[in-house]
């Protein structure tokens, strides 16, 4: 059973500053299946990225996803104030499919 | 502009059932698969179930397998999530989510705004 790790758990950060986010899998993600989803409070997640690297419809560009095998990782450029939320990455090519990871908070410094 | 309507929350006892309802617009409704993914309160997110566009192809997750059951209607738009046995632990927000193919591929580009089941006695 793959176990998807986020790290690191919360990451402080200033409006401007580059963000990276890890998620490490316990074992080799087929095909790169992994996605990442964002999540505010009190709304539902949303489709950042997925196939590890291609951006959803309407995501901006300074989101970017990169990885294969065990290590992805999620990198916004240039944070702005609305980007402050949970990041979860997800992997889908192996069973049991669909699995989680316990999320990133990325909070304001 | 796709929606996804959940309803059927609420407060429910240990061991009673409640059954789900997602109400799906503004796409083409039997060309996709469909999944519920649930949220515990302060917690992160749990794929449940999701069944394909002809619901020739269903799953589970271990936690509610033997108590849930996953069903659509298409002519309706609707997909149902019907929950017995129902335990402390499967109280959570539960998301109805669009699937990206007609067939599960377990990651989805749209989502609802969720229902709330609370198990509680």
């Known amino acids: 059973e793959i176990v998807l790790t986020q790290s690191p758990g919360t990451l402080s950060l200033s409006p401007g500053e580059r963000a990276t986010l890890s998620c490490r899998a316990s074992q080799s993600v087929s095909s790169s299946y992994l996605a990442w989803y964002q999540q505010k409070p009190g709304q539902a997640p949303r489709l950042l990225i997925y196939g590890a690297s291609s951006r959803a419809t309407g995501i901006p560009d300074r989101f970017s996803g990169s990885g294969s095998g065990t290590d992805f990782t999620l990198t916004i450029s240039r944070l702005e104030p609305e980007d402050f939320a949970v990041y979860y990455c997800q992997q889908y090519g192996s069973s049991p499919r669909g699995t989680f990871g316990q999320g990133t908070k990325l909070e304001i410094k | 502009e796709v929606q996804l309507v959940e309803s059927g929350g609420g407060l429910v006892q240990p061991g009673r059932s409640l059954r789900l309802s997602c109400a799906a617009s503004?796409?083409?409704?039997?060309?996709?698969?469909m999944h519920w993914v649930r949220q515990a309160p302060g917690k992160g997110l749990e794929w449940v179930s999701g069944i394909s566009w002809n619901s020739g192809s269903i799953g589970y997750a271990d936690s509610v397998k033997g108590r849930f059951t996953i069903s659509r209607d298409n002519a309706k738009n609707s997909l149902y999530l019907q929950m017995n046995s129902l335990r402390a632990e499967d109280t959570a927000l539960y998301y109805c989510a669009k699937d990206w193919a007609a067939v599960p591929r377990y990651y989805f580009d749209y989502w609802g705004q969720g229902t709330l089941v609370t198990v509680s006695s």
């Open positions: 503004g796409f083409t409704f039997d060309d996709y698969a």
